[in-house]
């Protein structure tokens, strides 16, 4: 009798002041947590549960059978431990442990996302009582504040904002998990025509120090690229061309070409600049342009200077020649000579086109121009490859849970 009337005033006193008896009967209930279900993720499921009721501890609304609660029951039953996620299950897990509430979820790495699931299962009356989903960014280690705010969510408690914007899954175009990295690499050829003084130096004769080939040249190499930024409409690229020109007129030019180039548009227009790194030989000498020395306005370099004079001064018809200057102010430059001295050389490579796709064969197609001093390569090239793998720039290493 003294019980029921000390209840009596309780229930009055709580609705006096206006408290909440719902939240009273809440605050007293028990729950128990079973393992939750964990797909491509490294968190194991027993440290998922561990997180789960370390949250619903803070929240302070229940009370929280611990592991060592659950213990006796879930050795007596395996299925309790690794496949306990339906209502049936959790109902009858949650008779045997004669709890109020039994909750449980699942934990799921969906490409650039986690997707977690939280449910409260009402025991007595075999029911759905809460459940809540959340997408967030890809962040492994970051599992328990994922729990904390859908849980948090489930109960109507603020969570604090900085937290909840930096691991939300943001579906924009370009987010650091968003971005791909392409392996579009493959064979590239060419042709070009050689113009100023390149040109020159490729028709010159053999003998005078020239080429002794056409002004046009073939291009065999192979193109190594990397995508360092991606959307469905720009690409952002690094290049490394290997190339070898003029093979089909018995010559080896090798050069290298580090480029940096942009994609644009579904239809993949691109256009790329860099240098270009090769072997260049040069000498110091001067063009007789007003033959003087000569009727066809050949090169002289110092070495076929100095044979000139030594043969010439030997002829009393001939005015002595000073082997130190060639006369009309020709002077000594540097200018291209296949006897010459061998050294690097750089030009600025800049090129324009598109790539054609099909399926996952890619043809790109490119206008170029690459200039130096006096003259350069102007050309086609074109090449084939196969798209043949495509995966994050930023390799997450999650932290393991052990």
Same mark, same amino acid.
């Given at each position: 009798?003294?019980?029921?009337?000390?209840?009596?005033?309780?229930?009055?006193?709580?609705?006096?002041?206006?408290?909440?008896?719902?939240?009273l009967?809440?605050?007293?209930?028990?729950?128990?947590?079973?393992?939750?279900?964990?797909?491509?993720?490294?968190?194991?499921?027993?440290?998922?549960?561990?997180?789960?009721?370390?949250?619903?501890?803070?929240?302070?609304?229940?009370?929280?059978?611990?592991?060592?609660?659950?213990?006796?029951?879930?050795?007596?039953?395996?299925?309790?431990?690794?496949?306990?996620?339906g209502?049936?299950?959790?109902?009858?897990?949650?008779?045997?442990?004669?709890?109020?509430?039994?909750?449980?979820?699942?934990?799921?790495?969906?490409?650039?996302?986690?997707?977690?699931?939280?449910?409260?299962?009402?025991?007595?009356?075999?029911?759905?009582?809460?459940?809540?989903?959340?997408?967030?960014?890809?962040?492994?280690?970051?599992?328990?504040?994922?729990?904390?705010?859908?849980?948090?969510?489930?109960?109507?408690?603020?969570?604090?904002?900085?937290?909840?914007?930096?691991?939300?899954?943001? $579906?924009?175009?370009?987010? *650091? @998990?968003?971005?791909?990295?392409? =392996? !579009?690499? /493959?064979?590239?050829?060419g #042709?070009?025509?050689?113009?100023?003084?390149?040109?020159?130096?490729?028709?010159?004769?053999?003998?005078?120090?020239?080429?002794?080939?056409?002004?046009?040249?073939?291009?065999?190499?192979?193109?190594?690229e990397?995508?360092?930024?991606?959307?469905?409409?720009?690409?952002?690229?690094?290049?490394?061309?290997?190339?070898?020109?003029?093979?089909?007129?018995?010559?080896?030019v090798?050069?290298?070409?580090?480029?940096?180039?942009?994609?644009?548009g579904?239809?993949?227009?691109?256009?790329?600049?860099?240098?270009?790194?090769?072997?260049?030989?040069?000498?110091?000498?001067?063009?007789?342009?007003?033959?003087?020395?000569?009727?066809?306005?050949?090169?002289?370099?110092?070495?076929?200077?100095?044979?000139?004079?030594?043969? $010439?001064?030997?002829?009393p *018809? @001939?005015?002595?020649?000073?082997? =130190? !200057?060639? /006369?009309?102010?020709?002077? #000594?430059?540097?200018?291209?000579?296949?006897?010459?001295?061998?050294?690097?050389?750089?030009?600025?490579?800049?090129?324009?086109?598109?790539?054609?796709?099909?399926?996952?064969?890619?043809?790109?197609?490119?206008?170029?121009?690459?200039?130096?001093?006096?003259?350069?390569?102007?050309?086609?090239?074109?090449?084939?490859?196969?798209?043949?793998?495509?995966q994050?720039?930023?390799?997450?290493?999650?932290?393991?849970y052990?």
């Amino acid at each position: 009798m003294k019980t029921k009337k000390l209840h009596s005033a309780l229930l009055f006193v709580a609705i006096l002041f206006g408290i909440n008896t719902s939240f009273l009967a809440q605050n007293n209930a028990t729950i128990a947590v079973a393992n939750p279900n964990v797909n491509t993720l490294t968190v194991r499921p027993e440290a998922a549960a561990k997180m789960m009721r370390l949250e619903l501890i803070k929240i302070n609304k229940y009370k929280v059978y611990d592991e060592f609660d659950m213990n006796e029951v879930i050795k007596a039953n395996e299925e309790y431990k690794t496949g306990c996620y339906g209502q049936s299950c959790l109902t009858k897990l949650g008779n045997e442990l004669k709890v109020d509430y039994v909750m449980s979820g699942s934990l799921d790495g969906l490409g650039n996302k986690i997707v977690v699931t939280i449910k409260i299962i009402d025991v007595k009356n075999q029911a759905l009582y809460k459940s809540s989903v959340r997408e967030f960014d890809n962040q492994e280690t970051e599992i328990q504040r994922m729990i904390e705010i859908v849980l948090a969510d489930m109960h109507g408690i603020t969570v604090d904002k900085v937290i909840t914007d930096r691991l939300a899954f943001k $579906n924009e175009v370009i987010t *650091s @998990n968003n971005i791909g990295k392409i =392996n !579009n690499s /493959g064979p590239r050829i060419g #042709f070009a025509y050689l113009t100023g003084s390149v040109n020159e130096f490729a028709t010159r004769e053999m003998k005078y120090g020239g080429l002794g080939i056409q002004p046009f040249t073939s291009m065999i190499g192979y193109q190594i690229e990397g995508q360092y930024v991606g959307t469905e409409n720009f690409s952002a690229l690094v290049e490394g061309i290997i190339n070898v020109s003029g093979l089909e007129q018995g010559q080896f030019v090798p050069s290298i070409s580090l480029l940096n180039g942009f994609r644009f548009g579904k239809a993949n227009w691109e256009f790329a600049f860099g240098p270009r790194f090769g072997i260049s030989s040069t000498s110091q000498g001067f063009f007789d342009t007003e033959n003087e020395y000569s009727s066809d306005g050949r090169y002289f370099s110092e070495s076929d200077w100095n044979a000139y004079v030594i043969e $010439n001064n030997n002829d009393p *018809s @001939n005015p002595v020649l000073d082997p =130190n !200057n060639p /006369g009309f102010d020709y002077g #000594f430059e540097k200018n291209f000579d296949r006897r010459g001295e061998k050294s690097l050389a750089t030009t600025f490579l800049i090129a324009f086109g598109r790539t054609f796709q099909a399926g996952a064969l890619n043809i790109p197609v490119n206008l170029f121009y690459s200039s130096q001093r006096g003259g350069g390569y102007i050309g086609i090239n074109m090449g084939f490859n196969v798209q043949k793998s495509k995966q994050p720039i930023n390799k997450n290493n999650p932290q393991r849970y052990y």
